[in-house]
């Protein structure tokens, strides 16, 4: 198993692995987010997060999942540092340029991007909500049950921080054109794909990429147009 990971097709094998994982894992967390704009009481947004944040299951989950963003995180890094240095000379012109655009060529910076984000998120909500607190926690929920107003502190950063809500919407971007190529590449990786199911695994990169990315980005816009 060591000689497995050590190599480079192991690490490219489980780094495909823990991508479908994560991907599972921004599928709910888009689906509990879109409920901030389908509900302005904010009851909805309050109940799902109590429930992520009491829920047994999703405890165990919680770590599983932060190791897996780590390894998926490094894993990434190790690859490309193995690429850089096996061609250390970059291409030099005609369409083999690396263009900015093309996710394929840029899955570790698109990485990176997303990485700040991340971090961003993290400190915004999810500190507050599990380590520090927030008054804004505190508020009456609307719901008549003694949970946390997640709402109400999700909503104020969005209203008030124009900032803020233009990083979520480029995060969100950066998001779904990383899955554009992640999502095939990884059954193309585990050996799940042919020449025959290889467009239609595109097509459906292609189509949970532009999700993800409109579900992400339209969250902190329809706080900027709204409010």
């Known amino acids: ?61 919680e770590p599983i999942l932060a190791l897996g963003f780590i390894i998926h995180i490094i894993w990434s890094g190790w690859i490309t540092l193995e ?51 927030d008054p804004l926690l505190d508020q009456a929920n609307g719901t008549g049950e003694e949970m946390h107003n997640a709402y109400a502190l999700v909503s104020n950063l969005f209203i008030n921080n124009p900032l803020y809500d233009i990083i979520y919407m480029i995060g969100g971007i950066f998001v779904g054109l990383h899955i554009t190529h992640g999502f095939w590449s990884a059954f193309q990786t585990i050996g799940l794909s042919n020449i025959n199911w290889m467009k239609r695994l595109k097509f459906v990169a292609n189509l949970i990429g532009f999700v993800f990315a409109i579900g992400f980005s339209s969250i902190p816009l329809y706080f900027l147009i709204k409010f």
């Open 1 to 61: 198993m060591s000689n497995f990971l050590s190599a480079s097709i192991g690490r490219k094998v489980f780094m495909s692995l823990t991508g479908l994982f994560l991907i599972s894992f921004l599928l709910i967390h888009l689906t509990l987010n879109l409920f901030l704009i389908f509900d302005d009481s904010g009851n909805l947004f309050n109940q799902a997060a109590h429930f992520m944040a009491t829920n047994p299951m999703i405890r165990i989950v």
């Open 83 to 133: 690429n850089m240095k096996a061609r250390p000379q970059g291409y030099a012109s005609g369409d083999k340029l690396l263009k900015w655009w093309e996710p394929s060529k840029n899955m570790f910076i698109l990485g990176g991007m997303i990485f700040i984000f991340l971090v961003l998120h993290i400190l915004n909500f999810w500190v507050k909500m599990k380590i520090t607190g």
